[in-house]
C-alpha cells in the first residue's frame, strides 16, 4: 500500500534538512555554560558532591576508630588472657614445688624415724 502522500526526493531532501535545521536551533537556544542559571545548577551540584564526599570521609573515619577500638579491644583480652595463663602456669608450679617439699619433708621424717628406731635397737643390744 502507498502513502497518500507520495512523497517525492526533493521533498524528502527538504525535511530533512528542516529537521536537522530544527535540531540545530534546539541546540542553538539551549543555556550556554556562562548562563547563570546553567552555573547556579553546577555549583549546586558541586555542592551536593561534596557534601556526599564529606560523608564518605566522615563514614570512613568512624569505620577507621571502630576498626582501631576493636584491634585495641582484642588486644586488650589478648594480655588479660595471656596474664591469665601466665598466672594459672606460676600456681601450677607453685602446686608443684609444694608437693615436692611435702614428699621431700615426708621422706625425711620416715627416715628420721627409721634412724631413731635403729638407734634404739643398738641401744637395748648394748
Same mark, same amino acid.
Do not use: C, I, W
Given at each position: 500500500?502507498?502513502?497518500?502522500?507520495?512523497?517525492? +526526493?526533493?521533498?524528502?531532501? #527538504?525535511?530533512?534538512?528542516? @529537521?536537522?535545521?530544527?535540531?540545530?536551533?534546539? +541546540?542553538?537556544?539551549?543555556?550556554? !555554560?556562562?548562563?547563570? @542559571?546553567?552555573?547556579?545548577?553546577?555549583?549546586?551540584?558541586?555542592? !551536593?558532591?561534596? @557534601?556526599?564526599?564529606?560523608?564518605? @570521609?566522615?563514614?570512613?573515619?568512624? #569505620?577507621?576508630?571502630?576498626?582501631?577500638?576493636?584491634? *585495641?579491644?582484642?588486644?586488650?583480652?589478648a594480655a588479660a588472657a =595471656?596474664?591469665?595463663?601466665?598466672?594459672?602456669?606460676?600456681?601450677? *608450679?607453685?602446686?608443684?614445688?609444694?608437693?615436692?617439699?611435702?614428699?621431700?619433708?615426708?621422706?625425711?621424717?620416715? #627416715?628420721? =624415724?627409721?634412724?631413731?628406731?635403729?638407734?634404739?635397737?643398738?641401744?637395748? *643390744?648394748?
Open positions: 500500500m502507498r502513502h497518500p502522500s507520495d512523497n517525492s +526526493f526533493a521533498e524528502r531532501r #527538504k525535511t530533512a534538512a528542516d @529537521a536537522k535545521r530544527e535540531l540545530l536551533a534546539k +541546540f542553538a537556544s539551549a543555556p550556554k !555554560l556562562t548562563d547563570p @542559571a546553567v552555573q547556579e545548577r553546577r555549583a549546586e551540584r558541586e555542592a !551536593l558532591a561534596a @557534601a556526599r564526599e564529606a560523608r564518605r @570521609a566522615e563514614r570512613e573515619a568512624l #569505620k577507621a576508630a571502630e576498626n582501631e577500638r576493636q584491634l *585495641q579491644e582484642a588486644a586488650a583480652l =595471656e596474664a591469665h595463663e601466665k598466672a594459672a602456669a606460676e600456681a601450677q *608450679q607453685a602446686e608443684t614445688n609444694a608437693r615436692v617439699a611435702r614428699v621431700v619433708a615426708d621422706e625425711a621424717a620416715r #627416715k628420721a =624415724e627409721r634412724d631413731r628406731r635403729y638407734a634404739a635397737r643398738k641401744a637395748r *643390744q648394748g
